[in-house]
């Protein structure tokens, strides 16, 4: 089975370490690749836009005091154009002015030297707390996410980043709040992948992490309206609303989303009825949260499950947000082999490695595809879909081998 070769790999020491060489060295080569590629070294100087020049660009229009443009669909576009020198895909701009701040310092680098800063950087600091977390699993989980670490550091996107805000929130939970907190709140950058655990803290009752969290949200706004105005605000709202027009139309690479409206909306349902349907999947997954902190027995068992649900709640989720699954995966195995057998195990590793995989190999084949046979369902909501039905069966057994106690619930990380 899956789950028998794969956690082969923590067996011994001395494996344990060749498996970790290996990916690393893999994911070096592919940074040092795509940083020739986003410098237009060589034969790459006519390339076409990919997610982190969209980050310098918007870096760029900080310093230039017209970041409200960046929200301006049209004037977006236009800046994208300049950027790529001719005809590109456009990239919509949503994120919250907040991320532009912390992009701002790109600005002075060249775009090749500002993707090696970012994406390493955030690499380091994803696997050092994921390390932390996942112990002698380190190497079980890395080559498990794989395939999500690789399309991250492809598009040069912030996966590593919102990945290990999340983990510093798991691992300062407990004993330092105000950390958890600080980390929670610079998940304003993406927010809708902090509603799951957001939801176990208010659950268990962090209220100093919860506090913590929102004194940065209220005070990184106000920076932002004193830098940028409230125009920046009433700009951002604006592209929300058109961007989710956007989702309505199927005008996003929904084969890379990894949301339940994604894959319903692919295989030919109605956008209202696919909606409908991530609402139902966001409801359960909340529910798994809540679930989990009455009745699960381990508390990191309990915070591994709000991790690991945290991007199947919103309907725009991307592949590149995978590496959080990473972080809820090293929570949760330290119990997951007294509750699943190995053919569950084997199907959670298996939709793990599809919803990450997936993307990465239709990109490959749209790339070489002829106009007109671009169309590629989106396996990877499924995927996460039936995850996450494997993972409230998990809940469910547990509940039924351990009823919830005080004792129970007292149990830390």
Not at 184 to 212: D, E, F, N, Q, S
Not at 229 to 234: L, P, V
Not at 362 to 378: E, H, N, T, Y
Request: a positive charge; glycine letters at 8%; charged letters at 10%.
């Amino acid at each position: 089975m899956l789950a028998d070769t794969l956690e082969q790999v923590q067996l011994s020491p001395s494996k344990r370490a060749t498996y970790v060489r290996l990916v690393l060295a893999a994911l070096t080569a592919i940074i040092a690749f795509k940083t020739f590629w986003f410098a237009r070294w060589g034969g790459w100087a006519d390339r076409e836009l990919a997610d982190f020049d969209a980050f310098h660009i918007v870096a760029q229009r900080v310093w230039r005091g017209d970041l409200d443009q960046v929200y301006h669909f049209a004037a977006l576009l236009k800046m994208q154009l300049e950027a790529a020198g001719g005809s590109t895909g456009f990239m919509p701009w949503t994120y919250p002015p907040q991320y532009a701040l912390l992009l701002a310092p790109l600005a002075f680098l060249p775009v090749g030297l500002a993707y090696l800063l970012f994406t390493a950087g955030t690499l380091a600091l994803y696997l050092a707390v994921l390390r932390r977390i996942a112990d002698v699993n380190f190497a079980h989980v890395l080559v498990i996410l794989f395939p999500a670490l690789a399309i991250t550091i492809g598009s040069g996107q912030n996966g590593f980043l919102t990945g290990a805000l999340i983990a510093l929130v798991c691992l300062n939970v407990e004993r330092r709040p105000l950390l958890a907190g600080l980390a929670l709140g610079a998940m304003v950058i993406k927010p809708h992948l902090a509603i799951a655990i957001g939801v176990y803290l208010l659950a268990t009752r962090r209220w100093i992490a919860l506090a913590t969290a929102t004194a940065v949200v209220l005070a990184s706004s106000l920076l932002c309206t004193l830098l940028f105005g409230w125009q920046i605000w009433t700009a951002w709202l604006g592209a929300i609303k058109e961007s989710a027009s956007y989702l309505e139309q199927g005008y996003y690479p929904l084969y890379r989303m990894v949301s339940a409206y994604a894959a319903l909306y692919q295989a030919g349902l109605s956008a209202n009825i696919s909606f409908w349907g991530q609402v139902i999947v966001a409801a359960l997954a909340l529910c798994a949260v809540l679930f989990a902190t009455a009745r699960a027995t381990s508390s990191s068992f309990a915070l591994g499950i709000a991790v690991m649900v945290s991007v199947m709640i919103s309907p725009y989720a991307y592949d590149y947000d995978l590496p959080i699954l990473g972080i809820g995966l090293a929570l949760i195995l330290p119990d997951l082999a007294g509750l699943a057998s190995p053919r569950i195990r084997s199907w959670m590793y298996g939709l793990i490695l599809l919803a990450g995989a997936y993307g990465l190999l239709q990109s490959a084949r749209l790339a070489v595809q002829k106009p007109g046979q671009d169309f590629a369902p989106a396996l990877g909501g499924f995927a996460l879909t039936a995850l996450l039905l494997l993972l409230l069966g998990l809940l469910w057994r547990q509940a039924q081998l351990a009823p919830a106690s005080p004792q129970a619930a007292q149990q830390r990380l």
